[in-house]
């Protein structure tokens, strides 16, 4: 009879009892030991430090830790004690090595099967220039979840070369409060299925950067939803200090003859808070192929477009969205929880595509000069508003195209289209209109082919008529003229609210009503602002000058013959004049028109008059 006996390898559970850097019960000997022990069963590394104050919670490292070895998870919430500030940590660990030129915490390579949680990794070098986790040729990797997250204050995070990771319920980069800034990012070279957030209960604050590298040619997965990245922990603010790095940036790769491999990618952005870019795009993204959306988010504002997170940079980012590549994007959705509110950035959107991109129903506004500009693709639909009132709107466009309304929002010196109230589709010729209800300013978009063209100008619906406006000029040397019965077409009584202001041919405001009284001669023009955006003008009304002037270009004088009546005084003008009278030396009357014919020789005054005005 043969026995047989295996020896199996069983999880372990290494409990860190003392904060030094090395020795028995420290953090130094659990990972030497979990990586003794093998990866066929899961290791833990626990805490159970005595002293439960922060400098007791506090490891303090002196060298280089031993890699971590795979089927770990190594659990700061173990241990006992409060948390540090508003992060899950309950373990300090602050590395003070100096060995090597990057200072380093937490490395690994060909790990698999990692999961590392409730952690506060701090570096001794206030600009990050080391690392606070480095894994490479990794599989399966978890950094926090719910109720687990780590606190990395001023480091850095890399991954290279992985399967799967997972980076939940974080806080990175800031201080225990979660409401400042500092140095640090996170770095992903090839990762073929990352999930940054993912869930309300799982997003990350990180007030860093991320940069994600592609170079996996066939799968390049990834959800980036439910972070705050730029703003405090409550999404309610941006610190003082912008960064000077994009929030977001994902790019391919690079061949040896320097152009971008083709890296196909399935990924969505979503549901985010963007913010506090110093003169750079906040999302900058390269994608050759594969398919992108783009929704929910917030970029330099919230959700609802009523916070500017832009108010304590020293200046604007350039662009909310940044794009290039032909992958199929989608920027937006049909659900009102689809669309991005994009504020407070020199372009709202700045793209260069070559295949679909549908850009819908967000809101953008606040920007400093183009909603949206699209580069390099000559087949965009186009779009125009031709009238509208508040009943409905219509306009020309790419024959087929859906057309997109909304609202403009003039809080800023250039109006953008923030609110999306309605659609409607251009038939076969390119006329489109829409019958319903219309408020305020109008900007337009038309859809076609899955692309989507540049932002229609903004079309007041408010008109005003002044052709039948009554004129009253003032007299000689006085401010009693008027402009009266000006008719504005459209106003909304009850709903809106107006402002008239006039003003002379200098520029200045002379009136404030809608009738124009006590002003003097003068080109006069009216403008009237709804409480939407954009004002209607009048065209510039003239009150004629009543003063009599003189005009001696065309005089001509003929003397009379000796003893006859035969001489002429003609060319005088005089356009304000009705009334004329010639007299001779002797005060008589020679004349009652303004031209003075068949008079002999003498000496003649001319005076005229307008018995309206003066004379």
Known sequence: MLTLFCRQATAAVFVVTNNADSGPGTL?????????????????????????????RTIIMLSSLPDISSDLIIDGTTQQGSYFGVTNSKVKIFN???????????????????????????????LAHGYGIQLKNYGSIKIGAPAKGNYFENTNLFFEKGKSLAFQSNICFTDLAAQDQYMGGIGIFSCDKLILGGSAATGNMIAGFLQIILTNTSNNDFDISYNKMGTNIEGTDAPVGALEYPRITIEP??????????????????????????????????????????QGNGINTDITGSLNFNLHNQSSSTAGIAYAGGAKVLIGGDAPSEKNAIAYCEYGISASPTDDFVVTKNSIFCFFYQAMVTYLKPDLPFVKINSINTANVSGTATPGSTIELFNADCTCDLPGPKVYFASTKADGSGNWTYNGPVNGTVIASAIFKNSTSDFSPPYSFINVNDVDAIKKSAGCGKSDGSIINVKIKNLVPGTESYTYTWKDGSGQEVGHQLDLVNVP???????????GCGSAFSKPITLESTEIVFDYTNLKKTNAGCAKATGSIK???????????????NNKLAGTKSDLDGVPPGIYSLTASNPIWMQ
């Open 28 to 56: 130094r000997e659990a990972l030497t030991k979990a990586a003794a022990n093998g990866s066929t069963e899961k290791d833990y590394i626990n805490f159970n430090l005595p002293d439960v104050s922060e400098a007791g």
């Open 521 to 531: 001669s003068g080109t006069y023009t009216l403008e009237v602002k709804g409480s």
């Open 253 to 294: 790769t690079y061949g040896n003859n320097g152009t971008p491999i083709d890296a196909p990618v399935n990924g969505i952005i979503k549901n985010n808070l963007f913010a506090n870019v110093y003169a750079n795009n906040i999302l900058l993204l390269f994608a050759s192929s594969g398919n992108l959306k783009i």
């Open 571 to 585: 060319g005088i003008t005089a356009p304000q004049a009705t009334k004329f009278e010639w007299l001779d030396a």
């Open 96 to 126: 003070k090595s100096t060995d090597g030129l990057i200072l380093g915490t937490l490395y690994g390579s060909g790990v698999d099967f990692v999961e590392i949680y409730g952690l506060w990794l701090k570096d001794n070098d206030p």
